[in-house]
């Protein structure tokens, strides 16, 4: 595909705990042509791992995924970039979500961070076998395995330089528990890594095809925090260290032992793009 094509094209890269992020100025409602840009941009930048389209719709500001999946890091770069890094709150209506979240920036002890609720609607939270849960969301769906149901698919793997082997052996996974996925779904491997627990996470959006060992994961943070607290008759907030180095916290309220409500937070970053001409999409 001609990289000249990107000439027509505004976005920026942010880096929310990682996880290098796309936005395109513009809310593209043709998910053929959100691929076919989305692959462009893919092509000229090698670690973005998803790409979001960002304006201000008839409710406000407006975040729509190329497969138009519900993706909690993307939403945080939204809100960064909606409120320019200061701190505030919006709301953000995100694809896969069937109503606005709440985003928005903070200030944590030395820095910024910015936040982004989960859409959990009518979610399910549902063991599937010993130490695997099914946690499905709006918009997107984990399995989340314990450390020790994780141990026989990730012993002997090295994150990123393994990723087609663990996005293998997730499909393993899926396939043994006998999961019906549609949409959007991760696998979730967790380890206890230096006192922390660490996530690898498996992303899949069927819509468009794509399938990534992601360096970050806001929704399967949360959904690994959902996992934890099943049971529980209070809230908890984790925080995970992700395949990139960095951590994202992710703080769930419990009532009556289901998940109400669950943020993730963490800090972010913005990579430069190289200014070049700009036209109408």
Same mark, same amino acid.
């Given at each position: 595909?001609?990289?000249?094509?990107?000439?027509?094209?505004?976005?920026?890269?942010?880096?929310?705990?990682?996880?290098?992020? &796309?936005?395109?100025?513009?809310?593209?409602?043709?998910?053929? @042509?959100? @691929?076919?840009? *989305?692959?462009?941009?893919?092509?000229?930048?090698?670690?973005?791992? *998803? /790409?979001?389209?960002?304006?201000?719709?008839?409710?406000?500001?407006?975040?729509?995924?190329? %497969? %138009?999946?519900?993706?909690?890091? &993307?939403?945080?770069?939204?809100?960064?970039?909606?409120?320019?890094?200061?701190?505030?709150?919006?709301?953000?209506?995100?694809?896969? &979500?069937?109503?606005? /979240? @709440?985003?928005?920036?903070?200030?944590?002890?030395?820095?910024?961070?910015?936040?982004?609720?989960?859409?959990?609607?009518?979610?399910?939270?549902?063991? /599937?076998? /010993?130490?695997?849960?099914?946690?499905?969301?709006?918009?997107?769906?984990?399995?989340?395995?314990?450390?020790?149901?994780?141990?026989?698919?990730?012993?002997?793997?090295?994150?990123?330089?393994?990723? *087609?082997?663990?996005?293998?052996?997730?499909?393993?996974?899926?396939?043994?528990?006998?999961?019906?996925?549609?949409?959007?779904?991760?696998?979730?491997?967790?380890?206890?890594?230096?006192?922390?627990?660490?996530?690898?996470?498996?992303?899949?959006? *069927?819509?468009?095809?794509?399938?990534?060992?992601?360096?970050?994961?806001?929704?399967?943070?949360?959904?690994?925090?959902? &996992?934890?607290?099943?049971? @529980?008759?209070?809230?908890?907030?984790?925080?995970?260290?992700?395949?990139? %180095?960095?951590?994202?916290?992710?703080?769930?309220?419990?009532? %009556?032992?289901?998940?109400?409500?669950?943020?993730?937070?963490?800090?972010?970053?913005?990579?430069?793009?190289?200014?070049?001409?700009?036209?109408?999409?």
């Amino acid at each position: 595909m001609d990289t000249n094509s990107l000439k027509c094209i505004k976005y920026r890269l942010f880096v929310p705990g990682g996880n290098v992020t &796309a936005l395109v100025e513009g809310l593209e409602k043709d998910i053929h @042509r959100r @691929r076919e840009i *989305q692959d462009i941009i893919m092509e000229r930048h090698v670690d973005v791992e *998803q /790409v979001g389209f960002f304006g201000i719709g008839a409710d406000g500001p407006e975040l729509i995924m190329t %497969g %138009g999946e519900f993706c909690g890091n &993307a939403a945080r770069s939204a809100a960064w970039q909606y409120l320019g890094g200061n701190p505030g709150e919006t709301a953000i209506r995100v694809s896969g &979500a069937s109503r606005p /979240v @709440r985003a928005g920036v903070k200030a944590a002890l030395f820095y910024l961070v910015a936040w982004a609720e989960m859409p959990l609607g009518g979610h399910e939270a549902k063991r /599937v076998d /010993v130490g695997m849960t099914w946690i499905a969301m709006e918009g997107i769906s984990h399995l989340v395995l314990t450390p020790e149901a994780s141990y026989g698919y990730i012993t002997g793997l090295n994150g990123a330089k393994d990723a *087609q082997e663990f996005l293998r052996r997730a499909q393993d996974v899926i396939q043994t528990c006998a999961i019906r996925v549609n949409g959007a779904y991760g696998v979730i491997f967790t380890e206890v890594f230096d006192s922390s627990m660490k996530i690898h996470p498996c992303v899949f959006i *069927q819509a468009v095809g794509s399938a990534f060992y992601e360096t970050a994961c806001g929704s399967g943070s949360a959904a690994v925090a959902i &996992a934890l607290g099943i049971g @529980r008759s209070r809230g908890l907030t984790v925080s995970l260290l992700q395949p990139s %180095g960095m951590h994202i916290e992710a703080s769930v309220r419990i009532d %009556g032992g289901r998940a109400v409500s669950a943020i993730i937070s963490g800090a972010i970053g913005e990579l430069p793009v190289t200014k070049c001409r700009t036209q109408n999409m």
